[in-house]
């Protein structure tokens, strides 16, 4: 399948809102979080500086500043800014104090910063703990020569084998693709980790913005292979969901699909997020792709009233929910 030169994407500029990604967006919190998010705000000489978005909830009884479904960061934005590095230093720690000082009062706090954020020092003094996670990267697009030539040989060679098996479609409607999605969770005894509401709620809305794009593999029987769901604004595309039919996963198509997910993003965007995991399997599929590994923060705060209640680390599952990445099986 072949893609134009330029493709349309109505998105928004992130720098003029504030944000690192796409998922700090009013518009995508609107999606996932309804009526449950906000915002802290650092404004200087009347422009916004700083912004740190949050999402509440109430678990067992407490409130929780949480990451909402399929959103893969939160986490702080900061204005550029130019001088010396001990200026710039001291400034993201007046403006990060200043973002956690506006933070509602909660018993938890959990969420996963863009790989931007190298410096979560102020978030330390303020007793948060932080975990180091990675994802995978590819950037930049412009060349999908090398972007190929970058896979381990034997990614190319199940995206071979798939090209004589099935053919990529992008027509078939968010339905389809939640029911191929909701077979991968099932094969692992697990229940879909979000609504099809949701998702449904998702899509039109990231439709309605044209920055989503759904690919499926099928076979000469009709029958569904693989599907893969992106999203993307003007600087990254994502891997935010997928699925594959059990019975058919050794056709190579997820490979495949996120070949031609690679095509398309080079279209539309500056580089490719495989958002990471800390599924072994998983890992290892994306790792094939040749992306650079990101770091990126997982941070944690519990209030001593929380501390007091935690029954170990069963609760804190309880509370945090899964913290691996949702969407992602293969």
């Not at 909660?106 to 969420?111: A, I, L, N, S, T």
């Not at 056709?251 to 996120?258: D, K, T």
Request: glycine fraction near 8%.
């Amino acid at each position: 399948m072949s893609y134009p030169a330029k493709a349309n994407a109505a998105v928004e500029t992130e720098a003029s809102l504030g944000t690192n990604s796409l998922f700090e967006q009013p518009w995508w919190l609107d999606a996932v979080a309804p009526g449950a998010w906000g915002a802290v705000e650092v404004s200087r000489d009347g422009r916004v500086v700083a912004r740190l978005p949050y999402v509440t909830e109430t678990r067992l009884g407490l409130r929780g500043l949480n990451m909402p479904p399929l959103t893969q960061t939160l986490g702080p934005w900061l204005a550029p800014s130019e001088g010396k590095q001990t200026g710039q230093l001291a400034r993201q720690k007046e403006l990060m104090t200043a973002l956690i000082a506006g933070l509602p009062s909660h018993d938890f706090f959990h969420q996963r910063f863009h790989y931007s954020i190298s410096n979560w020092l102020p978030f330390y003094w303020s007793g948060f703990e932080q975990t180091t996670r990675y994802t995978y990267v590819i950037e930049p697009l412009d060349d999908l020569d090398l972007v190929w030539a970058e896979f381990q040989s034997n990614v190319r060679r199940e995206i071979r084998k798939a090209q004589k098996r099935v053919a990529v479609r992008t027509d078939l409607d968010v339905e389809r693709f939640l029911d191929i999605n909701t077979l991968s969770f099932k094969r692992q005894g697990l229940k879909l980790p979000y609504s099809r509401e949701l998702v449904r709620r998702l899509d039109a809305t990231c439709a309605e913005r044209q920055a989503r794009r759904m690919f499926f593999a099928e076979d000469g029987q009709g029958r569904l292979h693989a599907a893969l769901y992106i999203v993307w604004n003007e600087n990254s595309a994502y891997y935010l969901m997928s699925g594959i039919d059990p019975d058919l996963r050794n056709s190579g198509a997820m490979s495949l699909l996120v070949w031609e997910a690679l095509q398309f993003a080079a279209t539309v965007t500056e580089k490719f997020d495989f958002e990471g995991s800390v599924i072994e399997p998983v890992e290892r599929f994306f790792r094939g792709f040749g992306g650079s590994l990101r770091p990126y923060f997982r941070i944690t705060r519990f209030s001593r009233r929380m501390g007091f209640l935690m029954a170990g680390r069963e609760m804190t599952k309880a509370l945090l929910g899964d913290s691996k990445v949702p969407g992602k099986r293969i």
